[in-house]
């Protein structure tokens, strides 16, 4: 039986999820009313991070005229899940890439753009009057040049968008170069012990390299002032988010654009001697920086500790640090299954963005807050 498949998908805490299926063409199937009539079997899917908690059955199925919509609780989507679908005895097998379409709630919100040699996506406010713009910076995992895996690939773009509507939410898609997430965090080495850094080194994102390298962000920093020029962006309102090595990427944004941001919140940054020292120094923007007490960079709170005590020491208060708890992440579902290693922990803790984009100490109402006083 050849049947129309629809994939509805959203971004969750975790990242990409499944939501629902929905098939159609299914002539005579509202004859059963009975839902025995169909089974569904969810494969390789779970729905925590580490993998402890498998889906493996449907929440919910829903027969109706021609149609069959089979609803889930929400399971991670890494490109291994399937759903076995069996109706009247005859089964298909279904997944993401090999439904008729598969929609993500929320992505059709930004519009996509490529200006020169930037690749991004934006959601533009209803307003006729100059809005703030939050740029948002996004992990290693969704770097290439697809522009859909920067909104997709974790929480970040999209939940800004639904908080903040009224705003401009720019983000852009950091270039690959053909290198892939492996080769790249394969390259991170020498960070295991705070005393080893070596602030000698160079940078480790030049233009080649994947990842947020100067040239392209002051690339963004171009497109921004554009929007600007046009009256459409609110210059004293302008702020900078990220995580990971888009955390890394918001300290060398700041760098790059000191003058251009308001406020910003980043978390669990990269470190590396480029990054650390840029902190070091920090530009005079108000920054909210954020960790988990510990992650996969076994290092990383300690050099944000050291960077922020000297910034204090300089009498910097429009500095903040935080490095959330191990309660305060399992609020959220991370670090708290039974029989988690350390490693595992550690890579739980990594999401620790979950609770900043929930909004948690306020941390993103304190941000959009702050105005900008400086001229750039």
Known sequence: MKLYAHFNTSVGDFGHQADSLLLKGCHGISDHRDSSAVQAEIINACGDLSGMHPVTAASSIRIREDAIEIFFSPFRLTGKERVAVTIHGEKTEYSPGTCDLCTVRGESDFDSFRENGIVYRMHVPSASVPRPLILFLHGGGECGSDNCLQLTGTMGAISLAERFPDFYIMAPQAPDNGISIEAALGSMKGFSQFDHMDLGALPHCGKSARGWN?????????????????????????YLTGMSMGGGGCLRMLSVAPGLFAASCIICPTMNSETYSILHELPPVPCWISSAYIDHQRNRHAFLTDACSHLWEQGRRDVKLTLFTAEELKKYGIGCSEGLTDAQIRSENHNCWTLVYHNERHMLSWMTAQVNSRRF
């Open 214 to 238: 100067r040239d392209y962000l002051a690339g963004i920093e171009a497109e921004i002032l554009r929007l600007v020029r046009a009256e459409k962006v609110d210059p004293s309102r302008i």
